[in-house]
């Protein structure tokens, strides 16, 4: 419940596609994995890992765009 509520916190005050936002969204995962409910973790995780993903190439491009 305590992570739930920290989400909610998180997505309001630094946007909910932010680096915050994934480490709890990982740590639900996590305890979801623990409880056995793997549906649950896997959509915790697949939602961690999207917006990770998208960091890392916003990142890229521009790193890539400050070397040239």
């Given at each position: 419940a305590?992570?739930?509520?920290a989400l ?5 005050l630094?946007?909910?596609q932010?680096l ?7 740590q ?10 793997f549906k ?18 916003t ?9 040239n």
């Amino acid at each position: 419940a305590h992570y739930e509520l920290a989400l909610e916190i998180r997505r309001e005050l630094v946007g909910p596609q932010s680096l915050p936002v994934s480490n709890i969204l990982e740590q639900l995962g996590k305890l979801s994995i623990e409880r056995e409910d793997f549906k649950q973790a896997y959509g915790f995780l697949q939602e961690c890992y999207a917006i990770r993903k998208k960091l890392l190439q916003t990142s890229n491009s521009n790193t890539k765009r400050d070397n040239n």
